[in-house]
């Protein structure tokens, strides 16, 4: 994608953001990330809470990076526990891309476990970019506590944020994988399963651990 030298034009791309036009508003998010002015950056965190468009939106992201982290951090970290679930997730997508571990007191408990699906799965998965060294268990052990939720996706995304924690996991994962619930001791189990064999397909991983659920077991461990 080519710019003129409208495009670049921080002010006339800012209105670019607002039109009815798809293609316009991506050209206008290009430019502001070509271009850094701090003066763009409450605008790029709004636009991103409100935008349909996905393709739109991750042009928004890479905006945002463009720009100095002391601002960007300072307008984003507050969108965390913003009320349109847009804004949750699109800031903490933002934050994960950024990748700034001054934005890791941001990744409460409450956050790893919004109500809303896409919200939570993209808190997973800053977290996982987000914590500190050494804090790694227990992370994992307050990500444990939302397997079995959701759907295949869902289910999945957190399994993929457990296995980027690496052996860290493995102790909330062998609890997990004795819980009294069904569905979370198959998440558990299947997780497991890719942690230690992460070429392991997922849907392959869930069918071998829903046997051994069925069978009133909890993996090798438990049998």
Known sequence: MTMTR?????MRALKGLEDARAS???RAAL???????????DKLVERSAVEPEFFVRDMLTWALTRHPVSLTLARLVPEVHAERPQARGQALHTLSKIGDRRAWPAIARAVLADADDEVARSAWRAAVVLVPEGEEPALAAVLATQLGRGDRETR?????????LGEAATEALDAAATDPDPHVRAHALATRHLLRDPDAGFASAIEEAKRVVALGGSGPEGR
């Open 156 to 164: 999945l995304s957190l399994s993929r944020a457990l296995v980027a």
């Open 6 to 10: 409208q495009d670049a034009d921080p």
């Open 31 to 41: 430019a502001l990330g070509s271009a850094p002015d701090p003066r763009c950056v």
């Open 24 to 26: 316009v508003r991506l």
